[in-house]
């Protein structure tokens, strides 16, 4: 013998008849919650964050990368006087 039942409800229906807790307003909180994790991460993830988390030394404002790229340009050009690094003295 072979029976078949067919319920046709919702499953909010079927949640009700069984007595199952409803666990939409937890399940509301915490997608809230990570939607609001999830925008703080990319706001970190920015590429001026990113350069400042992984190059804390580097220059910040136009002003420091003017006077570091000075100094670099300073090193590899010769001084008046024969004493820089490039120069034959």
Known sequence: ??????????????RTFLGLPDLRPMQDAVLAKMQQQMLDAVDALSPEALLRTWMPLAPQTPEQMRDAMAGLFRLFTPMAGGKGPGSQG
């Open 1 to 14: 013998m072979k029976i078949n039942v067919e319920i046709d409800c919702t499953p909010e229906e079927a």
